[in-house]
C-alpha cells in the first residue's frame, strides 16, 4: 500500500493497494483499490507548516504524530474494505518544505508501523539528495510500470498543486533491465495552487469544484498575457527551474492579474494560462500532439482545465487514468507504493537523468516487523 497527500493539502489523504508479481525490474503491477482519508483540522495545521508559519516544537512533534495516526487509519479502511494484509506500506508525508539539498516530507510512521507490524517504508527523498540530486520527481519510473506500453509512447500529466508530466517511450524500446531508461519527468508549472487560491479568495472554499465557476467564464486576453508572463520564464533552463514541492508562493502573484475580474472570468483566465504552458511545455519536451495522453490528480476532475488543455491540442487522444483501471486521485499513492516495491528489489527508483544525480545508498528507510 502507498500513501499521498498533494502539496495542494486540498483536504485528502490517498491510500492505494497495488498487488505485485515478479521482481525488480520484470515487476508486474496490478490496482487492487484506493481510499481517500479526509485529513479535517489537520489540513490546516499542515497547510500553516508548507507557508512557513512559526510553529513550536511541541506543535510540529504533535502534528507529525497525529498525522501518522490518521496514515494509520486510513491504511485500516482500505485493508478492511478490500479483506487483506499489506506486506508493504509505504509513506510519502507532507511536503512542507523543498529546496535541494534541503527537503522535510513531514511524518512519525511509527504508529503505522507498530500497528500495522508490517514493513514500513518512508523518506522517499533523502537518499538522492544527500548524493547531490534533487530528490524529485521521483514517481516517473513507477508510472513506468503502472502505464506503459510495448508500442506506443504516452504522457502521464498529474494535475496536482503543480502540474507534472512523465514521458514514457514505448517500452518495446528498451528491454525490461533499462526500462529507467523509457522515462523522463518534469514539473511544468504551478496548478491547483493557483486554480484554489483563486477559490478561495474570491469563493470561499478550498477549490472551485469541477471547474464550475470557470466553465462560466471569459478568459480576459490582457489578464491572461499577464499571467503567463509569470508562469512562461519556468519554461526555461532545465527541470530544476520548474521544480516546486512546496506552496507554489513563486508563482502566487500571477493571480493579481485577475483582482479586476469577475469571479467566473478570473477563473477562467487562470484556467487558460495553465493549460496554455501545460501544453507548449509538453511539445518541447517532444510528446506529439496525436501521443496517448493521461490525466491524473485532482484537477482531472476539473472539467474546464480539461477541456482548455484539449483545446490546445491537435490530437484527440487524451483520457483519465480510468482507461487503466486507476482512479485519477490515486495515481500518486499507486506509484509511491511502487516505489517502495521497486526499493524492497533494490532497484533505484531516482532516475539518474531526471533528478540529475544516482544515489550512493538504498532509498527510503525502512521499519521492519518483529520476527516472531
Known amino acids: 500500500m502507498g500513501t499521498m497527500t498533494g502539496t495542494s493539502i486540498d483536504g485528502d489523504l490517498d491510500v492505494a493497494a497495488i498487488a505485485i508479481t515478479g521482481r525488480g525490474n520484470a515487476l508486474r503491477t496490478k490496482f487492487l483499490g484506493g481510499h481517500s482519508h479526509a485529513l479535517g483540522a489537520l489540513a490546516n495545521q499542515l497547510r500553516r ?47 512542507v518544505f523543498h529546496a535541494p539539498p534541503y527537503s522535510w516530507q513531514l511524518l512519525n510512521p511509527w504508529p503505522v508501523a507498530c500497528v500495522h507490524q508490517c514493513r514500513v517504508r518512508f523518506d522517499l527523498r ?29 504522457g502521464v500529466l ?13 517500452l518495446r524500446e528498451c528491454n525490461g533491465a533499462h526500462r529507467a531508461q523509457s522515462v523522463r519527468g518534469f514539473d511544468v508549472c504551478a496548478c491547483n495552487h493557483l486554480l484554489d487560491r483563486v477559490a ?10 469541477n471547474g464550475g465557476h470557470a466553465a462560466h467564464g471569459v478568459c480576459e486576453p490582457n489578464a491572461l498575457e499577464a499571467v503567463l508572463q509569470v508562469l512562461r520564464p519556468k519554461l526555461h533552463g532545465g527541470n530544476t527551474h520548474r521544480r516546486s514541492l512546496g506552496t507554489g508562493d ?27 504552458t501545460i501544453v507548449s511545455v509538453l511539445r518541447d519536451a517532444g510528446l506529439r500532439d ?7 490528480g485532482g484537477s482531472a476532475r476539473h472539467v474546464a482545465l480539461v477541456h482548455a488543455i484539449a483545446g490546445q491540442r491537435t490530437g484527440k487522444t487524451m483520457s483519465t487514468l480510468e482507461s487503466h483501471g486507476i482512479p485519477v486521485g490515486m495515481r500518486e499513492a499507486a506509484a509511491i507504493a511502487v516505489l517502495g516495491a521497486l526499493a524492497d528489489d533494490g532497484v533505484s527508483y531516482c532516475v539518474e537523468h531526471v533528478v540529475h544525480a544516482q544515489s550512493r545508498v538504498v532509498e527510503s528507510a525502512c521499519i521492519a516487523p518483529h520476527v516472531r
Open 250 to 276: 513563486e508563482s502566487m502573484h500571477a493571480i493579481d492579474a485577475t483582482k479586476h475580474l469577475s469571479t467566473e472570468d478570473a477563473c477562467r483566465t487562470i484556467v487558460e494560462a495553465i493549460a496554455r
Open 158 to 170: 498529474n494535475l496536482g498543486g503543480f502540474a507534472n508530466a512523465t514521458l514514457v517511450a514505448a
Open 290 to 296: 496525436e501521443s496517448a495522453l493521461l490525466l491524473a
Open 49 to 95: 507548516a508548507a507557508q512557513q508559519e512559526p510553529m513550536t516544537a511541541m506543535e510540529f512533534t504533535k502534528l507529525a504524530h497525529d498525522f501518522g495516526q490518521a496514515h494509520s487509519h486510513a491504511i485500516d479502511a482500505l485493508r478492511t474494505s478490500l479483506g487483506c494484509t499489506p506486506d508493504l506500506i509505504v509513506l510519502h508525508g507532507q511536503t
Open 126 to 154: 533523502a537518499a538522492n539528495l544527500a548524493s547531490g540530486g534533487e530528490g524529485a520527481p521521483i514517481t516517473p519510473l513507477a508510472d513506468a510500470y503502472l502505464f506503459g506500453s510495448e508500442t506506443d509512447a504516452l
Open 200 to 209: 478561495r479568495e474570491r469563493l470561499g472554499c478550498a477549490f472551485d469544484e
